[in-house]
Structures are given as structure tokens and as C-alpha cells.
């Protein structure tokens, strides 16, 4: 099968011509119709998350059809079309598994990471881990709901019942973020990079009251501040756009340093979160929920080849909306 390759961090993904993966007993083997490329693949890719798996085919937005059952598979059934997400393994016992938290669980294991993912024709994922996609959803369509949409909105679960929500970095996440709050019936403003007028109209487009540079302040206190774009000097712009007793949420998994700032920001009962990873309930409840809000999402099909490609453009933030690649 074909696939793309990280042999070591901070280098280009290479092409590989490698056997077909066998599944193991609780696996099913998946032809890949789509794989949405996430920030966290460049985290990987450029070295800012430790210890991938390697050599590594990234991808964990993957939606792709059963072509084979490992012995003791029961959830699905050959040609079924499936959805794997970044959570690919949990031990099931540790106190986290055992409290509902089993995205913290210690022994966790990611796909694209420390287990290999989409980037390929050919994947193997544990179906304990894997979801029905609804079919009103194409395969590129579906594609990012795996986790930009997973993920969002188990950010978004955090703004518990806040009605003015801010969302800094309006990329895959946030669009489909960005709807899911408007249905809930919340109002929010959106945050870009200085002078980044496409990503301020896509935000207006998807119902952004307002949108503007991180760097100017909100037009009006936010009760929850949702930041999915991975730098650290958004966490004090956001705790200064809050108003008292408000949360700001980090969405990613990887951040730059959070620089120093006064305490009077964090004061009068703010509070700072992070969001790590998502649970199986996240996954059914979201992917329940999609089709019903019509959340749909804006993608730029690449061919598999050009992965390196997709990574660039999403370095360089000249996406609006989510990558995926298309085997
Ligand atoms: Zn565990
Ligand atoms: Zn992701």
C-alpha cells in the first residue's frame, strides 16, 4: 500500500510503498476513503510533541470502509464505513478509565502517534475505538468531524452555559465549533491573527457577531474564551477579553510558553483550562449531534501524495477550513 511516512521529526513526510497491515483480534483493517490533516499532525511532524512512534504514518481523522475483521470483532461488519479518532487505545483500568475520564487514562494510546493512522490506503484501528458516520456526510466531508470536530466540542462542553462565547484561532476546530454554538443559541466573536481578513469573513460567514485581530480588545466581555490557535501569548489577551468569573479554555494539545502576566487578569474568579484528548462519549454524543445541527465543514482535498503540502498550508495558515487527504 501506499503511504506517507515521518522517519524523523522536523523532516518532510517521505512516500512508501509498505506491506498491508494485518488486524490483530479486536482490529479491524480499513481502506481510507479520507483523512483530515489536524494541527496536532504538525506538532508531530515538527517535533513540538516528544516520542512519536517512528517510523510513523500520521492521520487520525480518518473515515475509510471495513475490509477485513480481526477474530474477535463484533461491532461491525465488512464494507460498514467507520470513523477512527485520535483516541485509539485506553487500558480500561486505571482510576481515569475507571472515573469516566479514559482521555486522560495513563496508558492511552493515540492514532497517528504512537499507533499509525490515516496517511496511508490502508489502516488498522481497534473497533472499540472506531464510529458509524452518518451518511448524509461524504468521506472528505466527514472527515474532520474526527477531530477538529471531536475535540472542538469537547472544548465548547467547557463553556458549560456561557452565552457570549470568544474563539481565538478560526481554523478546522472553530468553524465546526463555531456552529454547534450558534444552534445552542450562544452568541460569539471570533479572533484571528492580526490582518487575517479570510479567516475574519469565514468566521462572520458561520455567524461571528464579530471579527477581529487577537491583538485589539473584544467589544465586550466574554464569558468563556475558547483558543484553539497554539500560541501562549493568547491565554493573557483572552483572561483580559473575560469578564469576572469567566473560564478560558486552551483547545490544543501543544502551546508556545504562556508569557508572564499581572494577576489582577486572573482575578475575581477567572479560571484557566486545558482540554486533553476526548472520550468515546464525546465521540457518540458529537457525532450524534452533527447531523441533527447540520454542522458542515469546509475542506480542501489534496491528493495522499501531497501531504507535505497539506502540512505547509496549514502551517501557514492558508486554510480556511480542514485539509484532508484523499488516498
Ligand atoms: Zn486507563
Ligand atoms: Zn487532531
Not at 25 to 34: D, G, K, S
Not at 113 to 125: F, N
Not at 190 to 199: E, K, L, N, Q
Amino acid at each position: 500500500m501506499h503511504a506517507q511516512l515521518l522517519t524523523a521529526a522536523r523532516r518532510p513526510l517521505v512516500a512508501a510503498e509498505l506491506p498491508a497491515p494485518h488486524p490483530g483480534p479486536e482490529q479491524l483493517l480499513i481502506a481510507v476513503r479520507a483523512c483530515a490533516v489536524c494541527r496536532t499532525d504538525l506538532h508531530v511532524v515538527d517535533g513540538d510533541l516528544g516520542d512519536p512512534k517512528l517510523p510513523l504514518i500520521p492521520g487520525h481523522e480518518i473515515i475509510g470502509t471495513v475490509v477485513e475483521k480481526g477474530e474477535a470483532t463484533e461491532r461491525f461488519a465488512i464494507g460498514d464505513r467507520v470513523g477512527v479518532p485520535w483516541l485509539g487505545w485506553t487500558c480500561g483500568i486505571c482510576e481515569y478509565c475507571r472515573g469516566g475520564q479514559e482521555n486522560l487514562c495513563d496508558r492511552a494510546r493515540f492514532t497517528g502517534y504512537q499507533i499509525d493512522g490515516g496517511y496511508a490506503e490502508l489502516t488498522v484501528a481497534d473497533e472499540r475505538y472506531c464510529f458509524a458516520i452518518d451518511p448524509h456526510y461524504g468521506d472528505v466531508e466527514a472527515a474532520p468531524l474526527m477531530c477538529a470536530g471531536l475535540i472542538g466540542y469537547r472544548t465548547l462542553r467547557m463553556a458549560g452555559d456561557a452565552r457570549l462565547v470568544g474563539i481565538y484561532g478560526f481554523g478546522a476546530a472553530a468553524h465546526i465549533v463555531a456552529q454547534v454554538a450558534r444552534h445552542q443559541g450562544r452568541r460569539f466573536f471570533a479572533f484571528t491573527r492580526p490582518g487575517d481578513v479570510a479567516a475574519q469573513d469565514f468566521a462572520r460567514a458561520l455567524g461571528a457577531e464579530w471579527a477581529g485581530d487577537s491583538t485589539t480588545a473584544s467589544p465586550e466581555p466574554l464569558d468563556v474564551a475558547l483558543i484553539f490557535a497554539p500560541v501562549g501569548a493568547l491565554v493573557p489577551a483572552a483572561l483580559a477579553a473575560t469578564r469576572k468569573g469567566g473560564t478560558v479554555v486552551c483547545g490544543g494539545i501543544h502551546m508556545s510558553d504562556i508569557p508572564s502576566f499581572p494577576y489582577r487578569i486572573l482575578w475575581e474568579e477567572r479560571a484557566v483550562r486545558s482540554v486533553a484528548n476526548l472520550t468515546r462519549r464525546d465521540a457518540e454524543e458529537f457525532l450524534a449531534l452533527a447531523p441533527d445541527v447540520g454542522v458542515r465543514t469546509e475542506t480542501v482535498a489534496y491528493p495522499l501524495a501531497e501531504a507535505n503540502r497539506a502540512l505547509d498550508d496549514l502551517r501557514r495558515g492558508a486554510l480556511q477550513g480542514a485539509a484532508v487527504l484523499v488516498p
